[in-house]
Protein backbone atom coordinates (compact mmCIF):
# COMPACT_ATOMS: atom_id res chain seq x y z
CA UNK A 1 0.00 0.00 0.00
CA UNK A 2 1.22 3.84 -0.99
CA UNK A 3 2.51 6.03 1.91
CA UNK A 4 -0.52 8.10 1.14
CA UNK A 5 -3.41 5.55 1.17
CA UNK A 6 -1.68 4.37 4.76
CA UNK A 7 -1.95 7.81 5.85
CA UNK A 8 -5.76 8.18 4.45
CA UNK A 9 -6.42 4.99 5.69
CA UNK A 10 -4.44 6.03 9.20
CA UNK A 11 -7.30 9.53 9.82
CA UNK A 12 -9.97 6.99 8.69
CA UNK A 13 -9.82 5.37 11.93
CA UNK A 14 -9.74 8.09 13.74
CA UNK A 15 -12.79 8.90 12.51
CA UNK A 16 -14.43 5.29 12.95
CA UNK A 17 -12.78 5.22 16.21
CA UNK A 18 -15.35 8.81 17.04
CA UNK A 19 -11.24 10.70 17.51
CA UNK A 20 -12.03 13.01 14.91
CA UNK A 21 -16.09 14.27 13.93
CA UNK A 22 -17.56 16.55 11.51
CA UNK A 23 -16.40 19.64 12.42
CA UNK A 24 -13.57 18.97 14.37
CA UNK A 25 -10.23 20.53 13.38
CA UNK A 26 -7.03 18.41 12.95
CA UNK A 27 -3.93 18.46 14.85
CA UNK A 28 -1.14 20.57 14.28
CA UNK A 29 0.92 18.60 11.52
CA UNK A 30 3.77 17.98 13.71
CA UNK A 31 1.67 17.10 16.37
CA UNK A 32 -0.33 14.30 14.06
CA UNK A 33 1.95 12.88 12.06
CA UNK A 34 3.99 11.74 15.31
CA UNK A 35 0.76 10.63 16.22
CA UNK A 36 0.05 8.75 13.39
CA UNK A 37 3.80 7.71 12.70
CA UNK A 38 4.13 9.27 9.78
CA UNK A 39 6.23 11.57 7.81
CA UNK A 40 5.12 14.70 7.45
CA UNK A 41 4.98 14.64 4.06
CA UNK A 42 3.29 12.24 3.76
CA UNK A 43 0.68 13.46 5.29
CA UNK A 44 0.43 16.42 3.86
CA UNK A 45 -0.41 14.69 0.62
CA UNK A 46 -2.87 12.78 2.26
CA UNK A 47 -4.69 16.01 3.77
CA UNK A 48 -4.39 16.76 -0.17
CA UNK A 49 -5.81 14.04 -1.36
CA UNK A 50 -8.62 14.08 1.17
CA UNK A 51 -9.18 18.07 0.48
CA UNK A 52 -10.21 16.79 -3.22
CA UNK A 53 -12.71 14.41 -2.20
CA UNK A 54 -14.35 17.24 0.00
CA UNK A 55 -13.30 15.15 3.30
CA UNK A 56 -11.08 17.47 4.83
CA UNK A 57 -11.47 21.67 4.66
CA UNK A 58 -8.50 23.36 4.47
CA UNK A 59 -8.70 27.51 5.50
CA UNK A 60 -5.97 28.65 5.03
CA UNK A 61 -4.65 30.74 7.85
CA UNK A 62 -7.36 28.81 10.17
CA UNK A 63 -6.48 25.27 10.09
CA UNK A 64 -8.10 21.83 8.10
CA UNK A 65 -11.24 20.82 9.52
CA UNK A 66 -13.38 17.24 9.17
CA UNK A 67 -16.23 18.43 6.93
CA UNK A 68 -19.21 18.82 7.51
CA UNK A 69 -21.16 15.64 5.67
CA UNK A 70 -22.85 13.07 8.17
CA UNK A 71 -20.45 10.72 9.61
CA UNK A 72 -22.03 7.94 7.44
CA UNK A 73 -21.20 9.62 4.02
CA UNK A 74 -18.12 10.56 5.41
CA UNK A 75 -17.27 7.24 5.77
CA UNK A 76 -18.08 6.29 2.28
CA UNK A 77 -16.10 9.02 0.65
CA UNK A 78 -12.94 7.95 2.02
CA UNK A 79 -13.66 4.18 1.70
CA UNK A 80 -13.74 4.62 -2.07
CA UNK A 81 -9.74 4.48 -1.86
CA UNK A 82 -9.67 0.97 -0.49
CA UNK A 83 -12.67 0.19 -2.95
CA UNK A 84 -10.53 1.42 -5.90
CA UNK A 85 -8.02 -1.20 -5.04
CA UNK A 86 -10.02 -4.06 -5.06
CA UNK A 87 -12.81 -3.23 -7.68
CA UNK A 88 -12.11 -5.07 -10.79
CA UNK A 89 -15.06 -3.16 -12.15
CA UNK A 90 -13.82 -0.07 -12.79
CA UNK A 91 -11.06 -1.64 -14.76
CA UNK A 92 -14.27 -3.39 -17.21
CA UNK A 93 -15.32 0.14 -17.64
CA UNK A 94 -12.08 1.43 -18.75
CA UNK A 95 -11.83 -1.53 -21.45
CA UNK A 96 -14.94 -0.70 -22.56
CA UNK A 97 -14.26 3.30 -22.72
CA UNK A 98 -10.76 2.23 -24.23
CA UNK A 99 -12.77 0.78 -27.51
CA UNK A 100 -15.80 3.16 -27.73
CA UNK A 101 -13.77 6.54 -26.96
CA UNK A 102 -11.20 5.66 -29.71
CA UNK A 103 -14.09 4.43 -32.27
CA UNK A 104 -15.47 7.70 -31.36
CA UNK A 105 -12.22 9.84 -32.04
CA UNK A 106 -12.03 7.95 -35.36
CA UNK A 107 -15.40 8.61 -35.85
CA UNK A 108 -15.01 12.36 -35.43
CA UNK A 109 -11.86 12.54 -37.35
CA UNK A 110 -14.21 11.21 -40.84
CA UNK A 111 -16.96 13.88 -40.08
CA UNK A 112 -15.96 16.88 -37.81
CA UNK A 113 -16.23 19.94 -39.21
CA UNK A 114 -14.18 23.51 -38.90
CA UNK A 115 -16.55 24.60 -36.15
CA UNK A 116 -16.16 21.74 -34.17
CA UNK A 117 -12.64 21.64 -34.33
CA UNK A 118 -12.33 24.99 -33.34
CA UNK A 119 -14.97 24.42 -29.80
CA UNK A 120 -12.75 21.42 -29.12
CA UNK A 121 -9.52 23.63 -29.40
CA UNK A 122 -11.66 26.33 -27.03
CA UNK A 123 -11.46 22.91 -24.37
CA UNK A 124 -8.10 22.11 -24.76
CA UNK A 125 -6.73 25.76 -24.71
CA UNK A 126 -8.63 26.47 -21.60
CA UNK A 127 -6.60 24.74 -19.21
CA UNK A 128 -2.91 24.85 -18.50
CA UNK A 129 -0.31 23.03 -17.14
CA UNK A 130 -0.85 24.43 -13.77
CA UNK A 131 -4.29 23.07 -13.45
CA UNK A 132 -5.47 21.56 -10.30
CA UNK A 133 -6.10 17.76 -10.20
CA UNK A 134 -10.18 18.63 -9.87
CA UNK A 135 -9.67 21.05 -13.04
CA UNK A 136 -7.88 18.13 -15.14
CA UNK A 137 -10.48 16.20 -14.80
CA UNK A 138 -13.00 18.40 -15.39
CA UNK A 139 -11.14 19.18 -18.69
CA UNK A 140 -10.60 15.52 -19.21
CA UNK A 141 -14.18 14.95 -19.01
CA UNK A 142 -14.92 17.66 -20.99
CA UNK A 143 -12.90 17.43 -24.36
CA UNK A 144 -13.59 13.40 -24.71
CA UNK A 145 -17.67 14.67 -24.30
CA UNK A 146 -16.94 17.15 -26.93
CA UNK A 147 -15.43 14.25 -29.34
CA UNK A 148 -18.18 11.90 -28.87
CA UNK A 149 -20.42 14.67 -29.89
CA UNK A 150 -18.72 15.55 -33.06
CA UNK A 151 -19.50 11.62 -34.52
CA UNK A 152 -22.71 13.15 -34.75
CA UNK A 153 -24.24 10.08 -32.90
CA UNK A 154 -26.18 11.02 -29.96
CA UNK A 155 -26.44 7.73 -28.45
CA UNK A 156 -22.74 6.83 -28.97
CA UNK A 157 -22.05 10.35 -26.98
CA UNK A 158 -24.29 9.61 -23.95
CA UNK A 159 -23.09 6.03 -23.61
CA UNK A 160 -19.13 7.33 -23.32
CA UNK A 161 -20.85 10.06 -21.07
CA UNK A 162 -22.21 7.49 -18.55
CA UNK A 163 -19.49 5.40 -18.60
CA UNK A 164 -16.82 8.46 -18.34
CA UNK A 165 -18.90 9.10 -14.83
CA UNK A 166 -18.02 5.98 -13.42
CA UNK A 167 -14.13 6.60 -14.08
CA UNK A 168 -14.02 10.36 -12.46
CA UNK A 169 -12.72 8.89 -8.69
CA UNK A 170 -9.92 6.59 -10.44
CA UNK A 171 -8.69 9.62 -12.74
CA UNK A 172 -8.64 12.03 -9.45
CA UNK A 173 -7.07 9.19 -7.69
CA UNK A 174 -4.16 9.06 -10.47
CA UNK A 175 -3.89 12.69 -10.68
CA UNK A 176 -2.83 12.54 -6.85
CA UNK A 177 -0.68 9.77 -6.75
CA UNK A 178 0.99 9.74 -9.71
CA UNK A 179 3.78 12.44 -11.35
CA UNK A 180 3.35 14.59 -14.31
CA UNK A 181 -0.72 13.60 -15.04
CA UNK A 182 -1.35 16.80 -15.86
CA UNK A 183 1.38 17.38 -18.77
CA UNK A 184 0.98 14.05 -20.00
CA UNK A 185 -2.84 14.27 -20.36
CA UNK A 186 -2.66 18.36 -22.05
CA UNK A 187 0.24 16.56 -25.02
CA UNK A 188 -1.85 13.68 -25.35
CA UNK A 189 -5.53 15.73 -25.54
CA UNK A 190 -3.44 18.11 -28.62
CA UNK A 191 -2.18 15.44 -29.99
CA UNK A 192 -5.57 13.28 -30.50
CA UNK A 193 -6.97 16.85 -31.34
CA UNK A 194 -4.97 17.45 -33.76
CA UNK A 195 -5.03 14.32 -35.77
CA UNK A 196 -9.02 14.48 -35.90
CA UNK A 197 -8.22 18.17 -37.22
CA UNK A 198 -5.73 16.52 -39.99
CA UNK A 199 -8.57 14.03 -40.37
CA UNK A 200 -6.36 11.02 -39.81
CA UNK A 201 -9.07 8.45 -38.26
CA UNK A 202 -6.52 5.78 -37.60
CA UNK A 203 -4.01 8.02 -36.19
CA UNK A 204 -6.68 9.65 -33.58
CA UNK A 205 -7.97 6.38 -32.59
CA UNK A 206 -4.13 4.73 -31.97
CA UNK A 207 -4.01 7.87 -29.84
CA UNK A 208 -6.78 7.52 -28.06
CA UNK A 209 -6.26 3.99 -27.30
CA UNK A 210 -3.25 5.09 -25.40
CA UNK A 211 -4.28 7.90 -23.83
CA UNK A 212 -7.38 5.36 -22.35
CA UNK A 213 -4.75 2.82 -21.66
CA UNK A 214 -2.70 5.29 -19.57
CA UNK A 215 -5.05 5.23 -16.43
CA UNK A 216 -5.66 1.75 -16.87
CA UNK A 217 -1.92 0.62 -16.42
CA UNK A 218 -1.98 3.46 -13.78
CA UNK A 219 -4.97 1.21 -11.95
CA UNK A 220 -3.43 -2.51 -13.18
CA UNK A 221 -0.31 -1.52 -11.35
CA UNK A 222 -2.12 -0.26 -7.77
CA UNK A 223 -4.21 -3.64 -7.38
Do not use: C
Not at 30 to 47: C, F, P, Q, T, Y
Not at 79 to 93: A, G, N, Y
Not at 171 to 192: K, P, S, Y
Request: charged share 25%; no cysteine.
Amino acid sequence: MAVTDEAILRIKEMIIAGELAPGDRLPPEKELSERLGLSRSSLREAVKALEVIRVLDVRRGDGTYVTSLEPRLLLEAMSFVVDLHDDQSILEILAVRRILESAASSLAARQADAAVIAQLREVVAGVDHAADVESLVAHDLEFHRGIAEATGNAYLASLIDSLSSHTVRARIWRGITQENVVDRTLQEHHAILDAIAAGDADLAQALTIAHVSGVEQWLRSAL
